[in-house]
């Protein structure tokens, strides 16, 4: 019960899109990806598959270590940026995603390091290395807007904090699903709400579980605490890229669109999620070279 109170209000402060700053500009180069990235109008939505889609160019991670830009529909048309370089002591990066804070693009590597990447030549610096260990196969990592930190979780129910500020990295609680105390497995995908740079700013961290083939709350995040919103309606295996995109207008956040790259049936694809009810809906495969592992979207496209 005291889990579900606490979704129902994590809920209903999400819905009601909390106040955030204005972003930093995050615009880059032109690197063929869409207007969006070169501050153009991308027109905000398509319909033809039936519901809203966003219009927004996303960065892909590859499980053959490249990154790869593409637009939310059309995610068969994905073009390689590079092959990543600059790893030191990793020989993959296990997630990636955009610090709010700079607009630049992060990752974590399986040996721990982390790095700020260059999205327009994959070119990776390290920044950073975690003092804990990675444990598990398959991992989630996304910043913390309000912190400032990066959260990283994986399939084993690993949840750990690095502060950018302090260079310090936090074991938090294990993932569970109250009243159970067990480990929660499978949860490898991580994405926060209203993703501005005003650390008063509210943010609610989004989990997909792959054991479950679900959506889930994680909240307190620290504590390590999930409650489930909803199903993804597909059987998704443990590698998943998931990030939310926020839109705002004058200072305030005034809608929120996330997605998925998930593996279902052996086919890796990219999804439109529905955060309030788990709702994966396909909106295309990618390429049988791009075999997804992680996802982030630029800044400030809309």
Known sequence: MRAWVMLAGVLAMAAALLVAAPLGSAQRGDDGCGDARRGGDRGGSDDRRGDRVAQLDVIGLTADARLICFETDEPEDARTIGALTGLMGDTRLVGIDYRPNGGALYGVGNA?????????????????QLSVALAGASFGVDVNPAA???????????????????????????????????????????????????PNTATTLYDVDSTLDQVA??????????????KLGVDTNSIIGFDIYSTIRNGTTV????????????????????????????????SSRNQVTGIAIPLNQL
């Open 148 to 198: 400032d930190a990066l959260r990283i979780i994986s399939d084993t129910g690993q949840n750990l904090r690095f502060s950018f500020a302090a260079g310090t990295t936090t074991v938090d609680g294990t993932l569970t699903y109250p009243p159970a105390t067990t480990p929660a497995t499978g949860v490898t995908g991580a994405g926060y709400t209203n993703n501005d740079s005003d």
């Open 112 to 128: 721990g390091s982390v790095y700020t990447i260059n999205d327009d030549t994959a070119a990776a610096t390290k920044v950073g």
């Open 255 to 286: 809608d929120l669109d996330a997605f998925a790259s998930l593996t279902v049936g052996g086919q890796s694809g990219f999804y439109a999620i529905t955060l309030f009810t788990g709702r994966a809906k396909s909106l295309g495969s990618f």
């Open 217 to 230: 709350i994680q909240s307190p995040a620290n504590s390590g605490q999930l409650a489930a919103t909803g």
